[in-house]
Antibody, heavy 121, light 107 residues
């Protein structure tokens, strides 16, 4: 079955760190770009970060540059988002999403169910 | 940065109605636009890409049109399963920008 399954969310204090993972199955993971998209409580969708199929090319929304790092392990079919220096504004459900090609365009034909990140003291 | 504005924010309609949602870009985005449907507590689902291409498995009552700065998503005959929030998304090879969403409610 083609699916994405996120894990690693939870409650973290401001300034803390968290590592999100996304396990992919049912498709040739290395052939597709991947992204993280988040949704704050009661709000809309926000693209956060993307990575090419090889992992050589990465992109970030300005608000997370220097704090978040996206990576992938194609041997393990896993996408990772490392979240550092977290603030309350990072509180959201984080979705893992598959792109239609190796390198862009960044729209998404497969989504995971999401993992919730709450930043609070 | 390009901004995406959807209208209306909320739409009340009945089963069988023809529904149109508009998405406007702050500058021309050619046809680099996708539409998604999201139900409460669920992940978004891709409906349309490149402004007018129907994603595989999506019912034909959904259609997309437009280019440049103005785009529309049309549901030709609203079904009970279609009550949800709809998002447009401008995309490039490097990033994606979503509209704020349009909630389609039961009238």
């Amino acid at each position: 079955e083609v699916q994405l399954l996120e894990s690693g969310g939870g409650l973290v204090q401001p300034g803390g760190s968290l590592r999100l993972s996304c396990a992919a199955s049912g498709f040739t993971f290395s052939s597709y770009g991947m992204s993280w998209v988040r949704q704050a409580p009661g709000k809309g969708l926000e693209w956060v970060s993307g990575i090419s199929g090889s992992g050589r090319s990465t992109d970030y929304v300005d608000s997370v540059k220097g704090r978040f790092t996206i990576s992938r392990d194609n041997s393990q079919n896993t996408l990772v988002l490392q979240l550092n220096s977290l603030t309350a504004e990072d509180t959201a459900v984080y979705f893992c999403a598959k792109e239609k090609r190796d390198i862009g365009p960044r729209y998404f034909d497969l989504w995971g169910r999401g993992t919730r990140v709450t930043v609070s003291s | 940065d390009i901004q995406m504005t959807q209208s209306p924010a909320t739409l009340s309609a009945s089963v069988g109605d023809r529904v149109t949602i508009t998405c406007r870009a702050s500058q021309s985005i050619n046809n680099w636009l996708a539409w998604y449907q999201q139900k409460p507590g669920k992940a978004p689902k891709l409906l349309i890409y490149t402004a007018s291409n129907l994603e595989s498995g999506v019912p034909s009552r959904f259609s997309g049109s437009g280019s440049g700065t103005e785009f529309t998503l049309t549901i030709s005959s609203l079904q009970p399963d279609d009550f949800a929030t709809y998002y447009c998304q401008y995309y490039t090879s490097y990033s994606g920008t979503f509209g704020q969403g349009t909630k389609v409610e039961i009238k």
